[in-house]
């Protein structure tokens, strides 16, 4: 983009990627460096499931996903077993989220249908820390209602029920950033007070004093 119409074009080397769920993908690599850069290796090829263009994040921009790329991303997300492909595409829908392309209510739904099969502690913590920040800073507070009960009972249950520590360790930062309901406030109160606890997580001091500011 020409962004300050100086009409200069940012020559980019890239991997394109061409998802097909019924085979193996296609990997290519292409030059970008006009205004419009046709991919001639792609030209003939069967049509994919989904484009993607930053494989193995080589290039440095922001690489939105077309409507059908998109709804194909948010379908097979989940089924996606290599976790950095995984992390660049939640990245994608994450930017898609910012430039109006994709609802914030509809990325905060996906985070949550997700998150509880993420067994990737960082990428667990990146998805958490979207979702809080969707949550506090893109939704309304009509929406932010409606879904506050579905976030605080799915970190309160991954609290325990998170496979690792390291991931038990995500959700409680993530709920004592999140933490709004009467019924979150009561299970901050309970951890605090050493009534309940988290399985291999000891609270630190600093741990206390941001339950405290929640």
Same mark, same amino acid.
């Given at each position: 983009?020409?962004?300050?119409?100086?009409?200069?074009?940012?020559?980019?080397?890239?991997?394109?990627?061409?998802?097909?769920?019924?085979?193996?993908?296609?990997?290519?690599?292409?030059?970008?460096?006009?205004? +419009?850069?046709?991919?001639?290796?792609?030209?003939? $090829?069967?049509?994919?499931?989904?484009?993607?263009? /930053?494989?193995?994040? /080589?290039?440095?921009?922001?690489?939105?996903?077309? =409507?059908?790329?998109?709804? @194909?991303?948010?379908?097979?997300?989940?089924?996606? @077993?290599?976790?950095?492909?995984? #992390?660049?595409?939640?990245?994608?829908?994450?930017?898609?989220?910012?430039?109006?392309?994709?609802?914030?209510?509809?990325?905060?739904?996906?985070?949550?249908?997700?998150?509880?099969?993420?067994?990737?502690?960082? %990428?667990?913590?990146?998805?958490?820390?979207?979702?809080?920040?969707?949550?506090?800073?893109?939704? /309304?507070?009509?929406?932010?209602?409606?879904?506050?009960? $579905?976030?605080?009972?799915?970190?309160?249950?991954?609290?325990?029920?998170?496979?690792? #520590?390291?991931? =038990?360790?995500?959700?409680?930062?993530?709920?004592? @950033?999140?933490? $709004?309901? %009467?019924?979150?406030?009561?299970?901050? /109160? %309970?951890?605090?007070?050493?009534?309940? +606890? *988290?399985?291999?997580?000891?609270? $630190?001091?600093?741990?206390?004093?941001?339950? *405290?500011?929640?």
């Amino acid at each position: 983009r020409d962004t300050l119409a100086e009409e200069h074009v940012w020559p980019v080397r890239t991997g394109i990627f061409l998802a097909h769920h019924d085979g193996a993908p296609v990997r290519l690599m292409a030059s970008l460096n006009t205004a +419009s850069a046709p991919v001639a290796e792609a030209i003939g $090829k069967d049509c994919p499931d989904y484009v993607f263009a /930053n494989d193995a994040d /080589n290039a440095y921009g922001r690489f939105l996903l077309d =409507r059908v790329s998109q709804t @194909a991303v948010v379908q097979q997300l989940g089924s996606i @077993a290599d976790p950095f492909l995984r #992390a660049l595409l939640w990245g994608a829908l994450w930017d898609d989220m910012r430039e109006l392309r994709l609802s914030p209510v509809a990325f905060a739904n996906l985070a949550l249908s997700l998150l509880p099969a993420e067994r990737d502690a960082e %990428s667990a913590a990146s998805i958490l820390g979207r979702l809080r920040v969707t949550y506090t800073d893109y939704l /309304n507070d009509r929406e932010r209602d409606e879904i506050a009960p $579905k976030i605080e009972n799915l970190f309160i249950e991954q609290l325990t029920g998170a496979p690792t #520590a390291d991931l =038990r360790i995500t959700y409680f930062r993530g709920f004592v @950033a999140i933490a $709004k309901t %009467s019924h979150a406030r009561e299970a901050l /109160n %309970s951890l605090f007070a050493g009534h309940t +606890s *988290i399985p291999d997580v000891p609270l $630190k001091q600093r741990d206390r004093w941001n339950i *405290i500011a929640a």
